[in-house]
């Protein structure tokens, strides 16, 4: 699917005329500007042509997406092929795969899905782990799902005690205390470098006596080719912005066209959160992050 921008349709512009012909069929009309403004009047769509309520008398511009019949929007959505195939079409410049190949683009389309599960906490899981003491080690490495830590519990033969996570206080944790201490019983845990870090740092009768457990959210598993994304269908579209920009920007001389596909992405990214989130009114703030991680390492 194309996003085309500020196309002229033809028809005449007389303050009379109210239909007009656009060069695509349209999927889905994202603004339409008369005489220099949104227009926020009635628009008909029938296939190439829109049919205005009021009539312009200087001139009209459409900002819309196309659908194409080889590949309309199902039903139930559409598959990570579905999409890859749909940006390759339309990116028109490697019929051939010389330049992205198919894992290459569904890898991107699948780092878009995991925005958008992330951002409306969709497919996320939520999951413990068992870390054993070391004598003398302060960090350890988390689950290879890990996302976010949610708490932390010293285990024993005794039982469970929960223990504090320091997260944005850690700096002046780490001016008031030495972080080389040593200690029979962690008292906390704290996350750096990507690692789980338990103080005081732990001895030999800490290890003997004491497992950490960590509760935390993991990352969703990528979709194969086949499968189709959980979020609603209608939203499924604007993963192929997301893919174009990834796609586009490392080509030199097609900066404007990714920055292009990044806009959309970052416009429709919040606007599909609302709607998933049931807060269509609600202003969502999104950073694009250069390279969306997954595995923290």
Known sequence: MSYIPKEAPTGLVNGINTLFTLAHNIYQIDDVWVDGAIYLGTVTIAGDEINLADAPVHDIEVDYFTSTPSSPVSITGLSIATIRDRV???????????????????????EAINIIYTQSDLKLSFLEDSISLVNGTAKYDFAGDYRKMLYAKIVSTTGEIDIPIITDGLAAFKAKYDMADTGDVPQCVYEEVNQLGVWPVPTATAAANYTVKVGYISYTSDLTSTQIPTFPSKWHY??????????????????QEAQLALTEWEKWLRISLADILWRQNESLTFNMPILPFKRRK
């Open 238 to 255: 604007i993963v192929e912005f997301y893919v174009r920009y990834r796609a586009l920007r490392a080509i030199p001389g097609k900066e």
């Open 88 to 110: 390759r079409q339309d990116l028109k410049i490697d019929p051939g795969k010389n330049i992205w190949t198919d894992a290459q683009l569904e890898r991107w389309a699948n």
